[in-house]
Structures are given as structure tokens and as C-alpha cells.
């Protein structure tokens, strides 16, 4: 079935690198842009970056333009998000989802990062 | 703080209707950007529900339905049960922030 499914999240100190991905399996990937969103601990759906198919545009919210890099690999259909210099705002769930128009529909459950000294 | 306002909460009774405002500005819904809707139970992932503004995905009770004007945007659910006790947010694009936007949020209760 159609499915995406993150992993990579975990415990970070300020300042360090997470690398986040996402194995998307059941599409064609390399046919769909992809987004990451996230969800700091009770609060709302934000979103954090685009990639198109061919990964040639890529978007970022302010925060973490700078900081954070997406990217695939179309062979492999995964979807990756460097995320370094690490903040304690950046403490989230973080959903990758695929691209329907301008939505999202096919979301992942989610891997979880917390930013803590 | 985010662009797309949404009402904290909306509660019913069972088979009853509600409606979900998200107001937004001349650099996203009334610049013709597409509106999408999402449901998300605590604990799990979003579901998309509504895109494009009133189209729905598969599998999706056409107890569910999405308007467009001007500025705003709404989500109605009709014949209101108790699953569908969830968090609900819009979401769009910005011109001026070059971003995605997602609304505040809104928690159905259903009494």
C-alpha cells in the first residue's frame, strides 16, 4: 500500500546535527514533490520544507533556512532532511508527506526530536 | 504566530452540524490560493479531508464539506459523530512569506 514512513529522530543537544528520512514505498516517488511538516508538543501543524520531484526546488520556513537541507533519491525513494545547528525550538514530531496540488496526502506517523541539554 | 486564524473550539451534539472558519489575508486565500483541511486525532498523523477547497479523497464521508470566499475558508461536518472528535486545521499558501501556512487549529468536541 501506499506508505511513508519516517525515521532518524531522537535526543540532540543544542547545536548538534540529526539527519531525518523517509522510505516512501506503494507510488511511483520520483513522480511526487514532498513536503516535511512538524508538530512541536502541543501545539500546531508547521511546515518546515518542500522538495519537488526531480529535488531542482526546494523551500524553506525562515527558521531554519540555513540550517536545515532536504534532498532524495529518486532511485532509492527516499527523502532526507539534514537538519544541523539545533535548536530547542526545533523540538517536534516531524511528518514527511506526499504532494496532492498544493496538500498533503499521504502523511507518515511521525519521528519524534527533542533538543535538550 | 501563524497567518490562517482558525476558532480555538467548536463543539455539538451528535447529528448535528458544525462549521470551521479559517480567515485569512490577500496573500493567501484571497490571493486564489488553494485551501486543504486536515483532521488529526491526538496522537496520530493528520488525514487529508478536504483539497482544493471542496474536493474530497477517496474514503472520505461526504459528511464532510469545504467552502471558499473571499478571504476565508470553512469546513462543515454534518451528521456530527463521535469520531470525529479531532483537532482540524487549513492550510494554504502565502505569496509575501513564500510559505506553506497551516491554520491555529480547532478542536471538535462533540457533546
Known amino acids: 500500500q501506499v506508505q511513508v514512513v519516517e525515521s532518524g529522530g531522537g535526543v540532540a543537544q543544542p547545536g548538534w546535527t540529526l539527519r531525518l528520512s523517509c522510505a516512501a514505498s506503494?507510488?511511483?516517488?520520483?513522480?511526487?514533490?514532498m513536503f516535511w511538516v512538524r508538530q512541536a508538543p502541543g501545539k500546531g501543524l508547521e511546515w518546515v520544507t518542500f522538495i519537488s520531484h526531480d529535488g531542482n526546488n526546494k523551500y524553506y520556513e525562515d527558521s531554519v533556512k540555513g540550517r536545515f537541507t532536504v534532498s532524495r533519491d529518486n532511485s532509492k525513494n527516499t527523502l532526507d532532511m539534514q537538519m544541523t545547528s539545533l535548536r530547542s525550538g526545533d523540538t517536534a514530531v516531524y511528518y514527511c508527506g506526499r504532494q496532492k496540488e498544493d496538500a498533503i496526502d499521504v502523511w507518515g506517523r511521525g519521528t519524534k526530536v527533542i533538543v535538550s541539554s | 504566530q501563524s497567518v490562517l486564524t482558525q476558532p480555538p473550539s467548536v463543539s455539538a451534539a451528535p447529528g448535528q452540524r458544525v462549521t470551521i472558519s479559517c480567515t485569512g489575508s490577500s496573500s493567501n486565500i484571497g490571493a486564489g490560493y488553494d485551501v486543504h483541511w486536515y483532521q488529526q486525532v491526538p496522537g496520530t498523523a493528520p488525514k487529508l479531508l478536504i483539497y482544493n477547497n471542496i474536493n474530497r479523497p477517496s474514503g472520505v464521508p461526504d459528511r464532510f464539506s469545504g467552502s471558499k470566499s473571499g478571504t476565508s475558508a470553512s469546513l462543515a461536518i454534518t451528521g456530527l459523530q463521535a469520531e470525529d472528535e479531532a483537532d482540524y486545521y487549513c492550510q494554504s499558501y502565502d505569496r509575501s512569506l513564500r510559505a506553506y501556512v497551516f491554520g491555529t487549529g480547532t478542536t471538535v468536541t462533540v457533546l
Open positions: 506503494g507510488f511511483t516517488f520520483g513522480s511526487y514533490g
